[in-house]
């Protein structure tokens, strides 16, 4: 298991030892258990899980929206448990967050809704305006400023959450779910303009989802939350090449494995790394080892323009035929596990 | 037809009412709507919860609104006399329709701030707003439309109980309807009284409800 994550390099985010407990009628439940978490300033940090699995819990104790029942929160030098009330909605201000419902003043204009932070953190009106007009420039919606949310669609909500979550100049963007409303297209287009933030101003993301594809497209590390506990956390790349827990390889090959069903026989797996492409490889392999293959499974992705995955692929009976494939594989230095699948 | 004094008297008594019921309205806001926003933030899943508070108030509010206006009206006499120095008139009827009317405004109060979207507070929550900044800067703004809505119907049941304090005293068109069609059988001052009366609470009902609706934006 890849587990504990090697500290970040220069982290603004420190969770150790978090576990939450919530006290129902129907008793006690732990929705998060012995957490420890590292983020690295600057980074954007997915947490995925499925539904239930504790993901918002722990993005909420994150900024003490819920408090701890154990463990403790550092974020920038700071121990959050340690903090006063009002120093706690201070350090608040530096935690910008954003919802999957986008939560809106519904009676304020776009303005008005980038205009509260600003309001409570005692800039004078002018200046507020003025900022939520950059702001709203900087999300791409600079003629919407007097729009309600109920004007506006999904995405441009977010856009408008966004930039209010952006107005105190914040260290750290929080996102629990923030694409999970929207089609397919805006929630590329709302992705890119987190990484545009992440990028032009250096503010360190977390992007809490249940789909792997968001983590994908822009996440650097990738912490996995199966019920209350982190399963695994590492770099993207690394975890989809080689995904060590069941829950990693349930997310990233949703489709399933259909390694159960099959007789028994040999097999090998190839994984890309990121360094091929997968195409001419197999083509290649039929052709140099002059043996028919089967492909069992596969399941490949393009990440920024590279292959990623793994392909599932039955050898030949014949024993120098196997042989062949391994020395190819070896060959063109693609890293590979001989299996053997049982039923 | 009636005759033109009872037409006079019938004017003044609209006007005495109009007095009776903006004053208690207004008073009973005084005090109704800090108690309903107490309510509402003490509550179980309110910002800061206080459930001896909540519990101490929702009882005394309860017990309040349980005792029939009439009954409670003459039960608080001592203290009306003690506010006003009389029981009679509609100056003296202004006390029992705020104690009457507080509670129940406190109520209304509560379920519209109630209705304000949890996310929401709980986005204000995370840019750092202290629960006085959410009470002022986001429940109340945001139940505006719904807190317009439950300003109309408590007017109209203030209007309702100024007409009951008639029967024991109270003034405006709840005596002269007690004292001409009651007592003396003027079955067609009666029915002046009541038009005006369903007149004048379809006039509140209407303008609250238009206004609400007028400044509400969440309709596009
Ligand atoms: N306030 C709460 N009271 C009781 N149980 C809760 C509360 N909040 C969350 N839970 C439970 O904790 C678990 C994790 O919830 P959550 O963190 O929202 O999951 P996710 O965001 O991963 O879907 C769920 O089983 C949920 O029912
Ligand atoms: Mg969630």
Known sequence: ??????????????????????????????ALDGIDLSIGAGDIFGIIGLSGAGKSTLVRCINYLESPTEGTIRFDGRVLGTLKPAELREARRSMGM??????????RTALGNICLPLEIAGVPRKKAVERAQELLELVGLPDRADAYPAQLSGGQKQRVAIARALATNPKVLLCDEATSALDPTTTRSILALLKEINQKLGITIVVITHEMSVIEEICRHVAIIDQSRIAEVGEVEEIFVNPQSDIARRLIFPGGMPVERLGSERCVRIVFDGNSSFE??????????????????????????????????????????????FNYLSRVGISYKEESIHA | MLEPEIWGLIGRSILETFYMVLVSTFASYVIGLPLGVLLAITDKDGITPCAPLYTVLGFIINVLRSVPFLILMMTIQPLTRAIVGTVLGSTATIVPLVVGASPFIARMVESSLKEVDHGVIEAATSIGCSPFQIVWKVLLPEARPSLTVGAAISITTILGYSAMAGFVGGGGLGAVATNYGYYRYQSDVMLVIVIILVIIVQIFQEVGMRVSRRFDKRIR
């Open chain 1, 280 to 325: 001419p490889v197999v083509a290649n392999l039929v052709l140099e080892c002059g043996t028919a293959v089967n492909i069992l499974f596969a399941d490949t992705k393009d990440i920024d323009g590279r292959a990623f995955g793994q392909m599932l692929i039955q050898l030949p009976d014949d024993e120098i035929a196997q042989k062949r494939v």
């Open chain 1, 98 to 107: 954003i919802f999957q419902q986008f939560n809106l003043l519904m009676q």
């Open chain 1, 1 to 30: 298991m890849r587990f504990p994550m090697q500290q970040a390099a220069n982290p603004i985010i420190e969770i150790s030892g978090l576990r939450k407990v919530f006290h129902t009628k129907q008793g006690d439940f732990t």
